[in-house]
């Protein structure tokens, strides 16, 4: 979960570096406000890729009430917020909204792999991103695009 989140970031912060232009053209002008959009669901899809993990791990062992469990838990979040700031702020409140939604998803499929796992959540995020996370992350890196073809 870690690494996807890693991976997406920098996905994301690509298409936010975009210039509206960019949109314009291949989207077409009426898509304009494609980018201003983006901007408010961009933590939504970060914690999407960070909560499908999860949502995977629930599916292979065969327990998808948890999927379920977290999609209501969402839809309950859309239905209760896209009321209020989608009439206040029209297509940037419909981002909001699904950002919302899906961090309520994500935060409820990890509490449930951390409470069937006997994880305490609290010491779990204490100690999420760590050195050797980094360390780590360099080292396969490094083997990834060593000189030399990779020997």
């Known amino acids: 979960s870690k690494l996807t989140l890693l991976v997406t970031i920098p996905g994301i912060a690509v298409f936010l570096l975009l210039p509206e232009s960019i949109y314009v053209a291949l989207l077409g002008p009426d898509l304009l406000p494609v980018k201003q959009v983006f901007i408010f669901l961009t933590p939504g899809i970060a914690l999407v890729s960070f909560g499908t993990v999860y949502s995977h791990y629930f599916s292979g062992t065969g327990k998808h009430f948890m999927n379920a469990i977290s999609g209501l838990v969402a839809l309950t979040i859309t239905l209760l917020t896209a009321r209020i700031v989608i009439p206040a702020y029209g297509l940037e409140g419909a981002s909001l909204s699904a950002t919302f939604a899906y961090s309520g998803m994500v935060l409820t499929i990890f ?41």
């Open 111 to 151: 509490i449930l792999f951390l409470f069937e796992k006997g994880h305490s959540p609290v010491e779990t995020l204490k100690s999420f991103f760590s050195i050797a996370d980094f360390v780590l992350l360099k080292k396969q890196f490094d083997k990834l695009f060593r000189r030399g073809g990779g020997r």
